[in-house]
């Protein structure tokens, strides 16, 4: 077990203030408000070590640099901004979607995200 640092602290705070998968960049911009001198290498080796640790998962969009969020969530969803290019949680999801899949095809786990603009993009 690895022991928990001011680092791995602040790093898990950010992720959790956040409530929204968050980029290295953003957990390292959250993190430093409490550790100033965090660097993003750091902030890479500790999330990479709570994922290995089953606290964070990454999410992956298409295209995107992986993003982390608390494991233990339900079944949820995402939604990307355009603008900000920010990720949300969408905690619905359509249920089944196997009448979608090709004849004979068996559907066994799905990911959908959802794009357009947040709330703070569509007011500016």
């Known amino acids: 077990m690895e022991r928990s640092t001011r680092q791995r602290t602040a790093i898990r705070s950010a992720v959790d203030a956040a409530a929204r998968p968050l980029l290295a960049q953003e957990v390292l911009e959250l993190a430093q408000q409490e550790v100033p001198a965090l660097g993003l290498a750091t902030v890479y080796r500790n999330l990479k070590s709570l994922v290995e640790a089953d606290e964070l998962k990454v999410v992956q969009l298409p295209g995107e640099n992986p993003r982390y969020e608390r494991k233990g969530h339900s079944h949820h969803h995402h939604f990307q901004c355009r603008q900000c290019q920010r ?14 899949a090709p004849a004979g095809f068996s559907v066994e786990d799905h990911e959908l995200t959802l794009y357009g603009r947040c709330a703070d993009c569509q007011g500016a």
Request: glycine share 8%; with cysteine.
């Open 87 to 100: 990720v949300f949680d969408v905690h619905a999801c359509p249920g089944n979607l196997s009448k979608l």
